[in-house]
């Protein structure tokens, strides 16, 4: 019951740090017209939830590993691209 309760605050504490990127993202690709990939963020929070509820739950291990390597690639890409628009540079 505890491991449920403390997925169930991870999860909620990552939607509140990934929502943060997702709106800046948002923000600019909807003022600048420039594609900053903002679903990206969305798309990272699921493979991190994935990933430690399949930690948890123990039931598909390669996948869990898979997901959590996947989603730091995807947060990279993300980040670079918004870090690219923020600062004013060519695509």
Avoid at 36 to 62: D, E, I, R
Avoid at 66 to 80: D, E, Q
């Amino acid at each position: 019951m505890i491991i449920w309760a403390l997925i169930f605050l991870w999860i909620l504490t990552a939607i509140l740090i990934f929502l943060a990127p997702f709106s800046i993202a948002l923000f600019y690709q909807r003022t600048f017209r420039k594609a900053t990939y903002p679903y990206l963020f969305l798309l990272v929070l699921f493979m991190y939830s994935a990933s430690l509820a399949g930690a948890n739950l123990q039931s598909f291990k390669p996948a869990d590993d898979l997901f959590l390597i996947l989603g730091g690639v995807a947060l990279m890409g993300a980040s670079l691209r918004l870090y690219q628009v923020m600062m004013g540079r060519k695509k």
